[in-house]
């Protein structure tokens, strides 16, 4: 049977609780263990696939197409646990398949309540993905204990302590010791009110991890140890990082964490293994060099709308033992009479995914200037529509070539819509979504990167290239070497495209950044990054 770590928040939002979810299960991985990570978000959307980027942030793609959280990519990045549609449960999730059990007469005879209705739906997907050969299955609550909509999902997992065992449970509360300049000090009162909120809840929590911006010192954990009622070697400090927040497994080794949780959930694990990371942290603080990418992109202003790109542009940067500074520049302010002053001096170009026209003729007139420059561009299934369409309106002379999704009367629709996309009607869900087959052209530079025939990558678009221009855009020099066929699809479908006369320019229509870990950088984002160096070495 699989031991449980439940993880809530206090005090506020935002306080890394992914990260530090990841990081702990990154940990246990170190010590030998197989780990299940999993995310309970307390809102109503079904997913959240139909949020804007400005509210949620990046909504990352599971390998089965789940569109869901973006802790989720942390998981995947920092563990190799197994993430499914199962791997995100939210209050919409669970009142949908309760209603629909209750409409079929699943429920005959009863009152359909919260407890224990809504509560039995969440245990039973929380222990659906702590199955075979799982040690560990941590659950991350999300929101703020004191939420009214977590309350729920705080109730089943205090339910499931009880019922599994408190030996084979344990609860981490995550929380925040705010530090008042005034008086120069770290405070604990917003801790003490928190975790006591939990008590009431009936959740007593085993480790406090206490997120801040300065040092916690001794005194103050002995402090906090007594009022909150935890150990005083189960008081954990997660002080902000300095350079990257893969340092975090290390904050946590520093301070015994792994061998607490080890202790209290009497695992049987051997000692723990991590001088992989501590290269890649190694790296991440001395680089050999530094260079800079040039986004293309509109939601910039928010880190987390682009998060497990820019994660993975680090990771190309740690492959190639440099740091990747990025230079953030809004695709509406990119014309031709700015591109120069705005992207000169990048050693690479990148425009990543995105929906709606504001912003696409900044990017087009991005990629233009990469293409002419011959300046290294990655593009990231938006970027790859962009990037045709800038090639069928300045090498085929096709002036007013665009995709459907930005004029639907253009007489050269190069991007449109698929047959089967175009019957559509519920937004959620619908894309082409997750991991199709794609195959590489030999003798091509995706081939060379992958160095394989035959690649997996995730998708969450609607528009495709349209196959009736591939001639025309082949006979000028665009290759196609990336392409998907298969019965799930009524025609064969572009993945990947590039030109061979230009040192690097490849686009996906797939979302590469979604498969890239630290330890192991994906082998597009790796050899942009290689590019670009080149590119700075030969300017
Ligand atoms: N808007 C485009 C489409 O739906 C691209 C989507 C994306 O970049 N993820 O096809």
Redesign the pocket.
């Known amino acids: 049977m699989a031991k449980h770590i439940f993880i809530t928040g206090g005090v506020v939002s935002s306080l890394g609780k992914g990260l530090t979810s990841a990081a702990i299960g990154m940990l246990l991985e170190s010590r030998g263990l197989k780990v299940s990570v999993q995310k309970c978000d307390p809102y109503i959307n079904v997913d959240p696939g139909t949020m804007s980027p400005f509210q949620h942030g990046e909504v990352y793609v599971t390998e089965d197409g789940a569109e869901t959280d973006l802790d989720l990519g942390h998981y995947e990045r920092f563990t190799h646990a197994k993430l499914t549609r199962e791997s995100n449960i939210t209050t919409g999730k669970i009142y949908s398949s309760v209603i629909e059990r209750e409409r079929k007469g699943g429920y005959l005879g009863q009152t359909v309540q919260v407890v224990p209705h809504i509560t039995d739906e969440i245990k039973e997907a929380v222990l659906r993905v702590a199955g075979a050969g799982v040690d560990v299955a941590i659950t991350e609550i999300g929101g703020t204990v004191g939420d009214i909509e977590s309350l729920p999902f705080l109730e089943a997992v205090r339910q499931l302590g009880l019922e599994l065992g408190r030996e084979n449970v344990l609860f981490i509360h995550l929380t925040l010791l705010p530090y008042l300049r005034a008086s120069g000090e770290l405070k604990t009162k917003p801790t003490q009110h928190s975790v006591g909120k939990l008590r009431e809840i009936g959740i007593v929590p085993d480790v406090l991890i206490c997120r801040s911006e300065k040092p916690v010192g001794d005194d103050l954990k002995a402090k906090i140890s007594l009022f909150c009622n935890v150990q005083r070697k189960s008081v954990i400090e997660e002080k902000d990082v300095d350079v990257s927040i893969y340092e975090v497994p290390l904050v946590f080794v520093e301070q015994g964490l792994d061998e607490l949780i080890v202790k209290h959930l009497a695992l049987d694990a051997p000692a723990r293994s991590i001088d992989a990371w501590r290269d890649l942290v190694g790296i991440l603080k001395q680089p050999d060099r530094t260079i800079e990418i040039a986004i293309v992109g509109k939601y910039l202003n928010l880190n987390d709308a682009y998060k497990s790109m820019f994660e993975a542009l680090t990771h190309g940067g740690i492959a190639n033992r440099s740091r990747v500074r990025i230079r953030k520049v809004q695709a509406e302010d990119v014309t031709p009479e700015s591109v120069e002053g705005l992207l000169a001096g990048a050693h690479g170009i990148l425009v990543p995914?995105?929906?709606g026209e504001r912003g696409i003729e900044g990017k087009i007139e991005a990629v233009r200037f990469a293409r002419t420059r011959k300046i290294p561009y990655f593009g990231?299934?938006?970027g790859l529509?962009v990037a045709t369409v800038e090639f069928a309106r300045n090498v085929l002379g096709w002036k007013d070539a665009h995709s459907t999704?930005f004029n639907k009367d253009t007489a050269h629709p190069v991007i449109d819509l698929m047959e089967s996309q175009r019957s559509v009607e519920n937004l959620g869900g619908t894309?082409r979504l997750g991991a199709y087959p794609c195959r590489l052209k030999p003798g091509s530079a995706a081939h060379r990167a992958y160095g394989k025939d035959l690649v997996h990558e995730r998708h969450?678009?609607?528009?495709e290239v349209n196959n009736r221009y591939r001639p025309d855009l082949e006979r000028k020099g665009l290759v196609f070497s990336g392409l998907h066929r298969s019965e799930k699809v009524e025609e064969e479908l572009v993945e990947i495209i590039e030109l061979p006369e230009h040192p690097w320019f490849v686009a996906t229509q797939f979302?590469p950044e979604f498969r890239s870990k630290p330890t192991d950088a994906h082998p597009l984002f790796r050899e942009f990054i290689r590019a670009a160096l080149d590119h700075q070495q030969g300017t």
């Open positions: 995914g995105g929906f990231l299934c938006l529509q999704e894309m969450r678009h609607r528009f979302h």
